[in-house]
């Protein structure tokens, strides 16, 4: 019943969680749709609004151009014709302004194309109506201007009166004070002659006051009826008045603008758009890069490695490079599931524990944490610790088999005397020396070899006998006769024996290269009794372009590097 209900509770709480996870997912869903509506909406329209301000500009330039031409055509013309272009523009006025609507901009059009066609139209009719409105103040400024030229006349006539009035009241006065010097005292005694001709100057120039007088009134009068109606400069079309029209629109865009920039994906846009060609360019390296340098690899680099003489390990360390024995009846397969082993007194056995199947009651087993303290990194990085020793002082039988792993075989290569193997200790699992003597293990870089650093085995270790080594191997260990030259994948060789002539060879095809199905470089093998030691399947570097974990490519990169 318990467990009933907790496969009851598990079912109900999956699918809870399930319905939960659409609905968030419907949710988001719906407001992204409804943001890129938004968005797209938004865009269309203020490209639409900014279109039509664009030809607005134009169109109000063109009718700008041909206003000014028109007007100044009327400068000289008759009041008439003025009176009449002043009718036709004033009618065009009130057409267009009885066709305009009120919030068009604002107004929650249907879709772009509409929003397009209304804010063009609004915005050429509102450039319209400027121009017109520029051209009717100043007919109606030329149109006064005409009509004042009479009173300007007038105006002129007023004045010159004046200044004869004006004119005549000082001569009266100055004949009177020159009367006054000639005769001080007979202008002032009454019944003289000079008081006579005083007193009629006198009377002459108080009239000629109230002419003077009255002919400034009259012009000063004039003067206010005529007011400043001069001639008006030629017309030009007022530029800020006639952009100031469009201001409707553009506060339309503006506000639009202000909306695309609330919504998240216009925010994201900009920079994304910023950074996608570069990204392009990395994607496209990314993708071109790897060909072009695996290319270059495979038409430049293989083929001078191939035509380098081959890497002698025996003349260089000065070895005598003695041969290792082969299967018999030709066959090259010396591993099995499991191996007997006979331990005699005086050698010592080290394997890995995991290795050892059975072995004597009687023999001395201890624990070795490293094959060699002399190669410690070494030891190390191929596993080779806390080893199982083995001694006994009597004839031992020993087997030896992978029980961690079925697919593992496991070979025994005898190495007497005087012999040398280069040998790649990941294979290794044990070796069987004599117990008084310490192992003859050496190791050698080859820093000046091509060879070497295209297949990243800078550094070759040798085992030298008498050993004897215990191999593991995928699938099974083969051991083989190079012969006249054999070809092998990396991946699989074990090692091989010093009197080998070692080199590296290009592989067949480009396009498995390519694909990284196969490596770009072989082994080789030369020489009439060399051998050379390779595993069946191997797990190691067995697919060298795929990189299903990229950690373990990189270090297996650095384990070949030192020849581990």
């Not at 006198?202 to 001639?231: C, F, K, M, P």
Request: net charge positive.
């Amino acid at each position: 019943m318990r467990q009933l209900l907790t496969s009851l509770l598990r079912f109900l709480l999956r699918h809870a969680l399930q319905f939960a996870l659409f609905i968030v997912i419907l949710l988001a869903g719906r407001m992204l749709l409804a943001e890129w509506r938004a968005y797209s909406a938004g865009s269309e329209a203020v490209a639409a609004l900014k279109t039509a301000s664009s030809m607005a500009d134009g169109h109000g330039a063109g009718l700008a151009a041909a206003a000014t031409a028109r007007v100044n055509a009327l400068q000289k013309a008759s009041q008439a014709a003025i009176a009449t272009r002043l009718k036709e523009v004033q009618a065009q006025l009130t057409t267009l302004r009885a066709r305009q609507q009120p919030s068009l901009f604002s107004l929650p059009l249907p879709d772009t194309t509409t929003l397009a066609l209304h804010a063009q139209e609004e915005a050429t009719r509102r450039v319209e109506i400027e121009v017109l409105a520029q051209e009717a103040r100043y007919l109606t400024a030329l149109q006064a201007a005409i009509q004042g030229e009479d009173a300007r006349q007038t105006l002129a006539r007023l004045h010159a009166e004046h200044v004869r009035a004006y004119a005549a009241l000082q001569h009266n006065l100055r004949q009177r004070r020159q009367l006054e010097a000639q005769h001080p005292l007979a202008a002032r005694l009454p019944g003289s002659d000079a008081y006579a001709q005083l007193s009629q100057l006198e009377a002459q120039g108080q009239r000629l006051r109230d002419i003077n007088l009255q002919a400034y009134q009259a012009w000063v009068a004039q003067h206010a009826r005529t007011g400043d109606a001069s001639r008006p400069a030629p017309f030009a079309i007022d530029s800020t008045a006639l952009a100031g029209a469009l201001a409707p629109v553009q506060q339309a865009i503006a506000a639009g603008e202000s909306q695309l920039a609330r919504n998240w994906i216009a925010r994201w846009r900009a920079p994304v758009l910023d950074v996608a060609p570069t990204a392009a360019l990395l994607v496209l390296s990314a993708i071109l890069l790897p060909a072009a340098i695996k290319a270059f690899f495979y038409f430049v680099l293989a083929p001078v490695a191939a035509r380098l003489p081959p890497l002698s390990i025996a003349r260089e360390l000065q070895l005598a490079g003695s041969t290792l024995p082969l299967p018999p009846h030709g066959e090259s397969r010396i591993s099995a599931v499991s191996q007997a082993l006979q331990l005699q007194p005086g050698q010592r056995m080290l394997i890995h524990p995991e290795y050892l199947q059975s072995s004597p009651v009687s023999s001395c087993k201890r624990t070795q944490w490293l094959l060699d303290w002399r190669f410690p990194f070494t030891s190390l990085a191929a596993d080779m610790v806390a080893l199982t020793r083995l001694e006994s002082g009597e004839p031992a039988s020993v087997t030896i088999s992978a029980s961690d792993d079925p697919l593992l075989e496991v070979a025994v290569v005898h190495l007497p005397a005087g012999g040398a193997l280069v040998f790649q200790p990941r294979g290794l699992v044990g070796l069987v020396c004599e117990a008084g003597q310490p192992l003859a293990i050496s190791s050698h870089w080859r820093l000046g070899s091509l060879h070497a650093w295209l297949t990243l085995q800078l550094r070759f270790i040798v085992f030298r006998g008498p050993v004897t080594l215990i191999v593991r191997g995928c699938r099974g260990v083969r051991l083989e006769r190079a012969g006249l030259g054999r070809s092998i994948s990396q991946s699989a060789t074990l090692g091989f024996s010093t009197d080998v002539l070692y080199s590296t060879m290009r592989s067949e095809t480009f396009i498995p290269y390519l694909r990284g199905q196969q490596a770009l470089l072989n082994d080789r093998f030369d020489g009439g009794n060399g051998v050379y030691l390779y595993e069946e399947t191997p797990r190691h570097g067995k697919q060298p372009g795929k990189v299903g974990s990229w950690f373990e490519g990189f270090t297996d990169a650095i384990l070949k590097v030192f020849g581990i």
